[in-house]
């Protein structure tokens, strides 16, 4: 399927929406652009193709997972987020890779900077998400931060959603 | 504090009255960090390698074991070696791979090349020196020493230091338990490297501190194993305290029993066989020992492995406010995928920068690094158990053995305790 500049400017909103909602921590609306199937992770810095079966990954959420995190950010106990840090999520470079006929693969560049305490901290790397559509909307079916860095410093949590 | 470094100053080993504090002058004097980079992690062993890392001849990894970059590489003649990352010419860094496999290594600056064993193998145009330059004394260096136990390699910058068999006291049980596990090898898989702002020591005080588990993780053992259907429901202790102990050296164990976490929900029927197989190999008191795991082992001075993850940890000092983490998963080779994704799903659940446990770990650190500046000179109570004839594992021995070989190590006129054993315990 061809790739039009409409849909690249969808495609674009969304994204850009995903990250209005990280920042403003409202986690349960993000949650809501997830399929049932939907799936978060994060990889491991040691191994940026590495997948749940072979590495230490960060992140490896199904939605029951990645609903209990959503949730525990909201609560009262994950104190590495509490009282909620600042973030900005700057989403850029989106590129749609891939049209199939249920599904986008789309690419995109992240910086993502974390303010707590006295420190302005930042993340970077790219998002590769597959989305689909329902109902006439799209949906996040799988989503995966890839981080650039090789060590994560000087600040080494990733209490929030990247 | 070059001269007249007096630990006792700074730390309180009140054992009649069952006191033990410590200055935080400790977690924020840059001279006494400087005190520590020199006689502590250039006269301990340090955790560098396991030798499953190695496959094959010519495998190396790269990286900074007590802050000096190595080549630790497993030569053309099967040996693994610990090479400092220096050309011994002008210091460029040698091999600027993570890992691989290498006949030799090359460095980039002016070609001098490296073989896998470590010797100046060529140099452009080597008639240009005098007879005084000798290829043959010119290789990369070795460290001092290298040595390993059931393939844990570790190094030590001080030629003269204890055997690393001595050194280990009575981890080595803990150590076969947590080997044996793996019925097939070890299958060493990296993790991610971090920095927390804190001191290093507050990391490991962390590592082995059961009394926090309640409270700090609370989101883990209630939120989120609730969240899969089974929260905690009873003491962690079970009702019947687990003890610490320390094993001498400033090593201590934890025998915490932690089952409240998604690897034990959902493998109970792998963990079964795997328990029947261990008793046909070797007696059923020996795979029950096996099986109920070794807890949290701490060694001094700065790494930890804990059994219910898998996982092994060092922290390194940066700075006297930066600690670098480094940690790798230690899976039973013989694992089949999915028993083997269910133990890495288990360590993404608790630790790692994005887990539900580790973030709040290190926001306490950091908070603490932060709350040392309302009194620098006040003290950090760490009493919890030393009275009791068995202290349990939510009571503070483990730092307390830390702590006390730490005085050994450090104290001016004490050089002669680096090479002599300690209990390090309560009743020492």
């Known amino acids: 399927m061809e790739i039009t500049p409409a849909m690249q400017l969808e495609v674009e909103r969304f994204l850009y929406n995903e990250a209005h909602l990280l920042d403003t921590w409202q986690l349960e609306q993000w949650l809501d652009l997830y399929t049932e199937d939907g799936v978060y992770q994060i990889p491991s810095t040691s191994n940026p193709d590495g997948e749940p079966e072979n590495s230490l990954m960060l992140v490896a959420d199904d939605m029951t997972w990645l609903r209990s995190r959503v949730k525990q950010l909201l609560g009262r106990s994950a104190f590495a987020e509490l009282p909620h840090s600042r973030t900005r999520h700057l989403v850029t470079n989106v590129e749609i890779l891939e049209v199939g006929d249920t599904n986008i693969k789309v690419a995109a560049n992240f910086l993502d900077v974390h303010v707590q305490h006295e420190n302005v901290d930042t993340f970077t790397g790219c998002y590769r998400y597959e989305l689909v559509r329902s109902d006439g909307k799209l949906k996040i079916r799988s989503r995966r931060a890839v981080l650039d860095m090789h060590s994560l410093r000087p600040s080494g949590k990733l209490g929030f959603i990247v | ?428």
């Open chain 2, 1 to 428: 504090m070059d001269n007249g470094f007096r630990p006792e100053t700074f730390v309180v080993d009140d054992r009649e009255r069952g006191v033990f504090k410590v200055s935080r002058r400790l977690f924020t004097d840059p001279s006494i960090f400087e005190i520590e980079r020199e006689r502590i992690f250039k006269h301990c062993w340090l955790y560098a390698c396991h030798e499953s890392e190695f496959q094959n001849n010519g495998d190396f990894v790269t990286r900074k074991v007590g802050g000096r970059p190595l080549i630790l590489v497993r030569g053309q003649d099967g040996v693994i070696r610990g090479l400092f990352n220096a050309c011994r010419h002008r210091a460029n860094i040698v091999c600027r791979e993570e890992s691989g496999n290498a006949n030799g290594f090359r460095c980039f600056y002016h070609a001098w090349v490296y073989s896998n064993t470590g010797e100046l193998s060529a140099l452009p145009d080597s008639k240009s020196y005098s007879d005084a330059f000798n290829p043959k004394e010119m290789g990369l260096r070795n460290v001092p020493r290298m040595e390993s136990y059931r393939g844990f390699y570790f190094v030590n910058y001080d030629a003269d230091a204890m055997p690393l068999d001595q050194y280990l006291a009575n981890t080595k049980e803990y150590i076969d338990l947590l080997t044996d596990y793996c019925e097939k090898g070890v299958l060493v898989i990296p993790g991610t490297s971090y920095t927390v702002r804190a001191n290093w020591k507050l990391y490991y005080e962390n590592g082995g501190d059961a009394y926090h588990l309640m409270s700090a993780h609370r989101r883990y053992l209630f939120d989120f194993m609730g969240d899969l259907g089974a929260p905690l429901s009873r003491p962690l202790d079970r009702g019947e305290p687990m003890p610490t102990l320390s094993l001498g050296n400033g090593h201590s164990v934890i025998m915490l029993r932690f089952d409240t976490n998604p690897f034990s929900l959902a493998a109970r029927d792998e963990l079964e066989a795997k328990r029947a197989r261990l008793e046909a190999r070797c007696g059923v008191e020996r795979a029950n020992r096996i099986m109920d795991g070794v807890g949290l082992v701490n060694f001094f001075p700065n790494s930890i492995f804990v059994d219910q993850l898998r996982t092994f940890r060092t922290a390194s000092p940066i700075a006297v406010d930066l600690v670098e983490v480094n940690q790798w998963g230690m899976m039973p080779r013989e694992d089949n995928d999915e028993i083997r994704r269910k133990r890495l799903s288990n360590y993404a659940s608790f630790l790692g920068p994005a887990g539900f446990a580790t973030p709040d770990d290190n926001e306490a650190l950091e908070s603490c690094q932060r709350g040392f500046a309302a009194d620098p000179d006040e003290w950090t109570y760490l009493s919890r158990g030393m009275k009791r004839e068995q202290a349990r594992t939510t009571d503070e021995l483990h730092v307390r053995a830390f702590w006390r070989r730490w005085g050994e190590m450090v104290g001016d006129g004490r050089e002669h305790m680096r090479y002599e054993q300690s209990d390090c315990g309560d009743h020492a």
